[in-house]
T-cell receptor, first 113, second 113 residues
Framework: GQQLNQSPQSMFIQEGEDVSMNCTSS?????WLWYKQDPGEGPVLLIA?????ELTSNGRLTAQFGITRKDSFLNISASIPSDVGIYFC?????????????FGKGTHLIIQP | GAVVSQHPSWVICKSGTSVKIECRSL??????MFWYRQFPKQSLMLMAT?????????EQGVEKDKFLINHASLTLSTLTVTSAHPEDSSFYIC?????????FGPGTRLTVT
């Protein structure tokens, strides 16, 4: 089955720093999604990417759909305390069926004041 | 974005009993919903795809007789954990996709004693 490699697994940064995380896949996806999950809650959609090469921003967040369709990155600029949480990438390949998502293992972001 | 709700948000039950979890799409119709399971500090694992008006599709290794799924309407899917055991304790999350983006419910924390 499809697998996503998400890195880094965790990040310890200072408030105000920029953050970068990425996902790579052994196979292509049609859609890349980035989610943030706070403890005890469901994932919240941050950014959705639909086209290879697409670069999309949502406030301080920027994500790109890799040209090869096998990778994506998420950047967070000027981190603030509420950015703490677990970030998941997810890939979707709609081969005609109603497929679920393939998730990365998550990047745990910890911000030190 | 689209809203997905779950009920209950948490439940404690005794070993051997059954528990039903509801997933509703509040502002859109969903012919397909997805059920995930998440263990602490791990990523989401797709359990099954719920199809309105037909049988659910289960992922490999998920017992269909233990995790009963019913998708009776375009806005409601239910997951029933039958004869629950302590190892079934987990965080169960449903999701639905109005178009391409997939939105998650807030999750249900199940604890089996």
């Amino acid at each position: 089955g499809q697998q996503l490699n998400q890195s880094p697994q965790s990040m310890f940064i200072q408030e105000g720093e920029d953050v970068s995380m990425n996902c790579t896949s052994s196979s292509i996806f049609n859609t890349w999604l980035w989610y943030k999950q706070d403890p005890g809650e469901g994932p919240v959609l941050l950014i959705a990417l639909y086209k290879a090469g697409e670069l999309t921003s949502n406030g301080r967040l920027t994500a790109q759909f890799g040209i090869t369709r096998k990778d994506s990155f998420l950047n967070i600029s000027a981190s603030i305390p509420s950015d703490v949480g677990i970030y998941f990438c997810a890939g979707l390949y709609s081969g005609g069926g109603a497929d679920g998502l393939t998730f990365g293992k998550g990047t745990h972001l910890i911000i030190q004041p | 974005g689209a809203v997905v709700s779950q009920h209950p948000s948490w439940v404690i039950c005794k070993s051997g009993t059954s528990v039903k979890i509801e997933c509703r799409s509040l502002d859109f119709q969903a012919t397909t919903m997805f059920w995930y399971r998440q263990f602490p500090k791990q990523s989401l694992m797709l359990m099954a795809t719920s199809n309105e008006g037909s049988k659910a599709t289960y992922e490999q290794g998920v017992e269909k007789d233990k995790f009963l799924i019913n998708h009776a309407s375009l806005t409601l899917s239910t997951l029933t954990v039958t004869s629950a055991h302590p190892e079934d304790s987990s965080f169960y999350i449903c999701s639905a996709r109005p178009i391409m983006e997939q939105y998650f419910g807030p999750g249900t924390r199940l604890t089996v004693t």
